[in-house]
């Protein structure tokens, strides 16, 4: 559905602030497709049209990059991403098993949403969590250590509308449009929600604590050496 | 003797709201700042060089050198262009380093730019990791609200502009100068080299492009002094970094510590193999680092011993399987990576990744013949030192280790008519009724 006058002078706006953020406006292609998603729910011929219109593009040249990377979405998406690791260590741990539960209890297949537009279900590349493995990150937040039981409960939780929290993020899962806009660079004040860091991240932090251990002291010309 | 840890950049990752900069600045933060601004800039560079790191993303190329293949100024701009595009499979250090600890990036990359004269620097972190992104948004704006970033830096004359850029889903980004297209707004291509990025980087101009790590490691040694970071590690692999180990050990997770620690070492501060499982094969530096075994359990992490191996130190993503594994299965899912992530802008990264995809499927069906292994080494023969960027060389280490280390297993699968391991038994919730 072709953008109100409205929306386009509201999106008009935010990628004008978008692009001032660059030296050169074109480095601001990413950022202005992801607004188009926090809009559409997904990369439409419209969001593609208004991008090439306000960066002096073709439509071809805009395409040729939305559907270059995987995070741009085609078709509309449901309102969580469930992406279930499917990388090889994650796979190994338990990801096939996982994703193989949530097919089957979504009825849906790899890059399929449901009918009630709630869940869209992917198998996911590593996410750099390995040592958190098996993850499955529902709109780009972790959820850690996650067996076919939990992920089968986390998604009838966000279909049920209610709010999730991930192991390491923010308070809640946001929808795939709210997290779109921050993915756009808008912030979202959830920065100071959730952990520093998981367990395994200080593995080695509470070991060294622990054990007494230390990188040594300052030896030489740095500052305040004695 | 036994290594022990040293955690530097590590070191309060489990203090209350690390990521603040009221944190960062109660354990330090900003005082290498400081030093390094009432020095000229070449001074920075020369104790970086002086320092002897090597890149911490993956290829280990000096950082200091680096920075010091830079034209000299022409009164135009000049770029640093951080790489925080994590997502070779088993890398996992750079996602919890900026969860935990942002401000450690930002005082790195003043002190970067200060040292190359850049006026404007990017950060280019892959978009699939939202709270990342959030963190350092948040951090870029108490960084400057402290003028610790934008006009006139702590009343230096330095000025600085921080850009925090999200990317969109695309392993190939990591490539930097892939990443510098993508930066650009194009599809993410890695450019014929030369010119490199110092001469020629982002919108042409000189840039210097480093792995977060990398930078984030640089208060430490202006604060130190580059004989407190060579004083760790070995003579050509110096200082510290994060050893990320996952998979089938007891407790996987970071561990900060000098270059050439080995395996054993980490194994045994990480409680082991689970269920005192035995060690089947191993990845040194993520996927694209050909496969150790346990054969390789004493050989020192570090860029020289690792290589003299037979692999490569990489991203230190140790990703550890115990015998409940079957190789065939492994080396079949990163070729689907491979193959997923190939650009396609060369021919035998892209066909390449494709055919051995189809063919370590019918291998792992049991459904193939002998004949394919060789056929296998043949493909990787065509891609390695063939291919456009080193994605396509790296998608051939699981293959050929995994055949000069496992052939047998490979046969197995063609004699036992399928895959002879049980996929239950390998997960995190083996035995429990998950």
Not at chain 2, 232 to 237: A, I, L, P, Q, V
Request: proline share 6%; hydrophobic share 40%.
């Amino acid at each position: 559905m072709p953008f109100t006058d409205t929306v386009r002078e509201r999106l008009g706006a935010d990628a004008r602030e978008i692009m001032a953020r660059y030296p050169e406006p074109r480095s601001a292609l990413l950022p202005m497709l992801h607004l188009m998603q926090s809009e559409e729910g997904f990369v439409s011929g419209d969001g593609i049209a208004l991008c090439a219109e306000l960066l002096g593009l073709s439509t071809a040249e805009v395409s040729a990059v939305a559907t270059f990377y995987s995070q741009f979405k085609r078709h509309p998406n449901g309102d969580y991403t469930i992406g279930v690791c499917t990388n090889t260590l994650c796979a190994i741990m338990g990801g096939d098993a996982i994703f193989a539960a949530l097919q089957k209890h979504l009825g849906v297949g790899d890059g399929e949403t449901t009918p009630d537009g709630r869940i869209t279900l992917e198998r996911i590349e590593c996410n750099a969590g390995c040592d958190y493995a098996p993850v499955v990150m529902a709109n780009w937040e972790f959820f850690d250590n996650q067996t076919p039981s939990s992920a089968t409960e986390l998604v009838d939780e966000l279909r049920l509308g209610k709010d999730v929290a991930p192991t390491r993020g923010a308070g809640k899962v946001c929808t795939f449009k709210e997290v779109s806009r921050v993915l756009a660079g808008f912030a979202d004040g959830r920065a100071d929600e959730g952990v520093g860091a998981g367990a395994a991240s200080v593995r080695g932090t509470e070991l060294a604590r622990e054990r007494g251990w230390k990188a040594p002291g300052p030896t030489t010309t740095g500052e305040g050496e004695g | 003797m036994a290594t022990a840890l040293t955690p530097v950049l590590s070191e309060f990752w489990d203090r209350p709201e690390s990521w603040t900069l009221r944190t960062y600045e109660s354990h330090g933060g900003y005082r290498a700042l400081r030093a390094a601004l009432d020095r000229r800039p070449e001074e920075i560079v020369d104790l970086v060089k002086a320092s002897g790191i090597r890149g911490r993303g993956g290829a280990g190329f000096p950082a200091g050198l680096k920075w010091s293949f830079l034209p000299a100024p022409d009164g135009g701009p000049r770029y640093l262009v951080v790489n925080a595009d994590e997502s070779e499979p088993g890398t996992c250090k750079d996602v919890p380093l900026l969860m935990a600890t942002p401000q450690t990036l930002i005082e790195g990359m003043v002190i970067a730019s200060y040292a190359i004269r850049a006026e404007r620097a990017f950060v280019y972190l892959r978009g699939e990791v939202v709270h990342v992104y959030r963190r350092l948004l948040r951090a870029l704006e108490e960084a400057r609200e402290s003028g610790y970033v934008g006009k006139n830096i702590l009343g230096s004359g330095f000025d600085l502009e921080i850009v925090m850029h999200a990317g969109a889903g695309a392993y190939i980004c990591g490539e930097e100068t892939a990443l510098l297209d993508s930066l650009e707004g194009r599809r993410g291509q890695p450019r014929l080299k030369p010119p490199f990025p110092a001469v020629a980087g982002l919108y042409a101009r000189p840039t210097v492009v480093n792995n977060v790590e990398s930078i984030a490691s640089v208060p430490s040694i202006v604060s130190n002094g580059p004989e407190w970071f060579a004083g760790m590690g070995t003579e050509r692999s110096t200082g510290f970094g994060l050893f990320s180990l996952s998979g089938h050990v007891k407790r996987p997770g970071q561990y900060e510590a000098p270059l050439g620690i080995t395996l054993r070492e980490l194994l045994d501060m990480a409680g082991g193999m689970r269920d005192g499982n035995e060690l089947k094969f191993w990845t040194p530096g993520g996927s694209s680092t050909p496969l150790f075994t346990a054969e390789h359990l004493d050989v020192p992490l570090d860029f020289e011993s690792v290589a003299a191996a037979g692999s490569m130190l990489g991203t230190r993503a140790l990703q550890i399987f115990d015998h409940t594994t079957c190789v065939v299965r492994a080396v079949l899912r990163w070729m689907e990576f491979y193959r997923h992530e190939s650009c396609g802008k060369c021919t035998p990264c892209r066909e390449g990744t494709y055919w051995m995809t189809q063919v370590l499927r019918s291998l792992e069906a049991g459904e193939g013949v002998p004949e394919d292994l060789d056929k296998l080494l043949d493909v990787c023969d065509n891609i390695l030192g063939r291919s456009f960027c080193p994605l396509g060389d790296g998608a051939t280490s699981c293959v050929t280790s995994s055949i000069q280390h496992f052939r047998d297993e490979y046969l197995r699968h063609l004699t036992h008519g399928g895959c002879p391991f049980d996929p239950m038994e390998s997960t995190l919730f083996a035995g429990a009724s998950a």
